[in-house]
């Protein structure tokens, strides 16, 4: 269940930092009853980014696959032997 703070508690910075820390998802601060800012350990944010990197890559490979723009394995292998003279 996400944790959801209000902004003023944002004042207690190690306490906020071990939140961060202990929590697997970010940390929502609310300004006035609604939704002001999302935090996270860096880890964490990291490893979003990384995960959002290889949807990336899955979407422009699925996209190629749509538009044909294949090659068979063999194809491929005989091109990068005769590219580096395996």
């Known amino acids: 269940m996400p ?3 209000p902004i003023k508690d944002l004042k207690n910075t190690s306490e906020i930092s ?3 820390h ?3 998802e970010p940390i929502y601060i609310t300004k006035n009853g609604y939704g002001d800012m999302v ?3 860096m880890e964490n944010y990291e490893e ?11 979407e422009i490979s699925e996209q ?3 538009e044909g723009r294949t090659k068979d394995a063999r194809s491929s292998l005989s091109s990068i032997r005769e590219k580096y003279g395996l």
Do not use: P
């Open 39 to 41: 935090i996270m350990s």
């Open 18 to 20: 071990e939140m961060c």
């Open 64 to 66: 190629q696959i749509k």
């Open 3 to 5: 944790q959801i703070i």
């Open 22 to 24: 202990k929590a697997e």
């Open 48 to 58: 979003t980014i990384r995960r959002l990197s290889v949807y990336r890559e899955l």
